[in-house]
C-alpha cells in the first residue's frame, strides 16, 4: 500500500517540479473551480430528487385526503 503511495507521490512531484508557484496557484484555482461545479450539479441533482420523491407525494397525499 505504501509502495502505491510513494509512487503516486513521486509521479506527482515530477509532474510539478518545474512549475513555479503563479502556475501551481492557477492549477489549483482551476481544481478548485472544477470541483466546485461537480459539486453544484450534485446539489442540484439533489434537489431534484427530493422534489420528485418527497415533497410532490406527500402534496398529493394531502390534496387526495382533502378532496
Same mark, same amino acid.
Given at each position: 500500500?505504501? %509502495?502505491?503511495?510513494?509512487?503516486?507521490?513521486?509521479? /506527482? =512531484?515530477?509532474?510539478?517540479?518545474?512549475? %513555479?508557484? %503563479?502556475?501551481? =496557484?492557477?492549477?489549483?484555482?482551476?481544481?478548485?473551480?472544477?470541483? !466546485?461545479?461537480? =459539486?453544484?450539479?450534485?446539489?442540484?441533482?439533489?434537489?431534484?430528487?427530493?422534489?420528485?420523491?418527497?415533497? !410532490?407525494? !406527500?402534496?398529493?397525499?394531502?390534496?387526495? /385526503?382533502?378532496?
Amino acid at each position: 500500500m505504501s %509502495d502505491k503511495k510513494n509512487l503516486k507521490k513521486l509521479k /506527482f =512531484l515530477q509532474s510539478y517540479e518545474g512549475y %513555479d508557484t %503563479d502556475q501551481l =496557484l492557477k492549477e489549483l484555482l482551476y481544481y478548485q473551480k472544477t470541483q !466546485i461545479e461537480k =459539486l453544484e450539479k450534485v446539489r442540484s441533482n439533489t434537489s431534484t430528487l427530493v422534489w420528485w420523491l418527497v415533497a !410532490i407525494p !406527500i402534496i398529493f397525499g394531502i390534496l387526495f /385526503f382533502i378532496l
